[in-house]
């Protein structure tokens, strides 16, 4: 399985941006997708994870209520609509997938990674 993120780039304060995760190599729709980041120095973090079928989504309580998580399964993609970024936002962006269309929230469960997108937040 190939993950690829696309779509990272350098946003203002209270600005949008949305990721795109594009998978191939497995039946998308069984497949899990999850969101992580990382910051300079630290582990990677859970953001959030969607259902092979989009029927089920859960978020970090950092971002919930701001990000949001969707799939389109006849296009292979996933995506992640990211609203009123914040400075701590800015982070290097990871779309992994998993061999199961359950969500999981543990980086250690997924089994596909893509090789991550930088997303900058300016005050």
């Known amino acids: 399985v190939q993950v690829l993120e696309s779509g990272g780039g350098l946003v203002q304060s209270g600005g949008s941006l949305t990721l795109s995760c594009a998978a191939s190599g497995r039946t998308f729709s069984t497949t899990a997708v999850g969101w992580f980041r990382q910051f300079p120095g630290k582990e990677r973090e859970f953001v959030g994870t969607?259902?092979?079928?989009?029927?089920?989504?859960y978020y970090a309580d950092s971002v919930k209520g701001r990000f949001t998580i969707a799939r389109d399964n006849a296009k292979n993609t996933a995506y992640l609509q990211m609203n009123s970024l914040k400075p701590e936002d800015a982070a290097v962006y990871y779309c992994a997938c998993r061999s199961s269309s359950s969500i999981a929230i543990f980086s250690r469960i997924y089994d596909y990674w893509g090789q991550g997108t930088q997303v900058t937040v300016s005050s």
């Open positions: 969607i259902s092979g079928g989009g029927g089920t989504t």
